[in-house]
């Protein structure tokens, strides 16, 4: 019953900028975490941000200070900012959270990093 949309991927020339989307339904937004991992080609799929019920917020390395996650609990929507975006940074990029401990995904959306 848990589903989780992605939306806001797309072809960027490096330095760019992107906003990705997550809008979430069937669980009770409020009270859960929300993540965004990313998957490039012969690569695990990895962490790329957090953000806690609180606002508190984790991020890879990598991404620090190019990258803000955030989230409105009135539109049940978690958001990824992604600014001076690098060619590194091409992946799909998917939305996760937990329900009744187990893992659900959204589709993933594709970002695509030029030079």
């Known amino acids: 019953q848990v589903q989780l949309v992605e939306s806001g991927g797309g072809l960027v020339q490096a330095g760019g900028s992107l906003r990705l989307s997550c809008a979430a339904s069937?669980?009770?937004?409020?009270?859960?975490?929300m993540n965004w991992h990313r998957e490039a080609p012969g690569k695990p799929r990895e962490l790329v941000a957090t953000?806690?019920?609180?606002?508190?917020?984790y991020y890879l390395d990598s991404v620090k200070g190019r990258f803000t996650i955030s989230r409105d609990n009135a539109k049940n929507t978690v958001y990824l900012q992604m600014n001076s975006l690098k060619p590194d940074d091409t992946a799909a990029y998917y939305c996760?959270?937990?329900?009744?401990?187990?893992?659900?995904w959204g589709q993933g959306t594709q970002v695509t990093v030029f030079s």
């Open positions: 996760n959270t937990r329900d009744r401990m187990k893992d659900y």
């Open positions: 069937g669980m009770i937004f409020n009270r859960k975490s």
């Open positions: 953000i806690a019920v609180t606002g508190s917020a």
